[in-house]
């Protein structure tokens, strides 16, 4: 009998790496099946989503109050799954408002649990810890101050690597992107990331576009949908504006000459791809002064945190205006001492993501994945 696997990933960046773990299992058991929570990643390399990505991803404290109903049905929908299909582990990927109850369900039901993408907890809400020492069989990080982190709170870890930083996708030539997607390539082109989420989207998107219009049709602005939205609705939320909207992220942020990227695994990926970029979020007034009161860090982005020190600019709340947007985007756009610091700093950031050893981040947590069945 095949061996079953459940997957937890309840965000685009989630289902992305859980699509590449998903591969790495399946080289070492070609016969294992793999279910839960899960996106259209997820399901092109053959996983069964019992539950949509899209319909449990929210962001922010107050947003996740008034989806508590609903997200609460797809909670036992998933546990009733568990009950018949009985895994022989799971692995949960970041979200851990969601992965955190779950992993307490399958501690009762005897179920191995790893953690690949660990939640923030060494920013906020460290009280969970105890959660993870309980419940979390291994801990798989992929940022390198995560290990000593979870090491010192006495949780079993490994550091695998970042995914992203070892992923060999192809990208098109921009005379390729420009005849697929009808841009100008004459044009320099700017790439507006606003988050995988609908509320995201509806926060950051706005100041976004006036931004775009402040800066006039001299340029392109490229949207990368994420897989956890609709085109049709993304398309609607932009409106009147100029933007044109892609699917490949990874290869919008290597042909842009510069991003506005909203804070997230955007921009790890923003910092792989190597060219300048902002850092912008917002969320509701309240969400905004309950996390002021619970994050002690000098720094949002995650690139930010990686290097100790402010190497790409953070407009958070207040700060995240369109003509700040439109000052900081216009001064990284010229060649000049600004542009080839950053630069510079963001291959350092590659290099401390990628360990070496031959393998990948996906290959190293699936060997530790399926190694928690045997032991």
């Known amino acids: 009998m095949a061996r079953r696997i459940l997957i937890s990933a309840g965000e685009a960046s989630g289902e992305a790496y859980g699509a590449q773990l998903m591969e790495a299992l399946r080289e070492l058991d070609p016969a294992l099946e793999c279910f839960g929570l899960g996106g259209e990643r997820m399901r092109a390399a053959g996983f069964d989503a019992v539950i949509d990505a899209k319909d449990v991803a929210v962001v922010g404290i107050t ?42 369900e399958l501690h009762k039901r005897g179920i191995p649990v790893v953690y690949f993408v660990s939640p923030q907890l060494w920013a ?13 069989k291994k801990m798989l990080v992929i940022f390198p101050f995560e290990e000593e982190f979870y090491r010192k709170h006495g949780v079993q870890v490994e550091y695998v690597g ?39 989207l509806q926060m950051n998107l706005p100041e976004m576009l006036k931004a775009a219009a402040q800066m006039g049709n001299a340029y392109e602005f490229i949207l990368p949908v994420a897989s956890t939205l609709s085109p049709s609705w993304v398309l609607e939320q932009i409106g009147s504006s100029q933007v044109r909207l892609v699917e490949d992220a990874g290869s919008a942020l290597a042909l842009a000459k510069a991003s506005v990227v909203a804070s997230g695994t955007a921009t790890v990926e923003a910092a792989l791809a190597g060219n300048p970029f902002v850092v912008v979020y917002r969320v509701s007034p309240l969400t905004y002064a309950i996390g002021r009161r619970l994050v002690k ?79």
């Open 63 to 104: 947003e996740v109050v008034k989806h508590l109903p609903p997200i609460y049905r797809q909670f036992r929908r998933l546990l009733a799954e568990v009950d018949k299909r009985k895994p022989a582990a799971a692995v949960l990927i970041d979200f851990p408002d969601f992965n955190l109850r779950l992993a307490r």
């Open 162 to 200: 970042h995914p992203l930083a070892e992923s060999a996708a192809a990208t098109p030539s921009r005379a390729e992107f420009a005849t697929h997607y009808q841009l100008d390539a004459t044009k320099q082109w700017i790439a507006l990331l606003p988050g995988s989420r609908r509320k995201e």
């Open 297 to 375: 860090l000098e720094h949002y982005a995650m690139v930010n945190l990686i290097a100790g020190r402010e190497i790409v600019p953070e407009l958070i709340q207040k700060r995240f205006t369109a003509q700040n947007i439109v000052g900081h985007v216009r001064s990284l756009l010229a060649e000049g001492p600004e542009r080839q610091r950053m630069m510079e700093d963001l291959r350092e950031i590659r290099r401390r993501l990628a360990p070496s050893g031959g393998i990948n981040a996906a290959e190293r947590a699936a060997a530790a994945v399926l190694a928690s069945i045997q032991n």
């Open 124 to 136: 906020w809400r460290k009280s969970r810890l105890s959660l993870v020492r309980k419940y979390v």
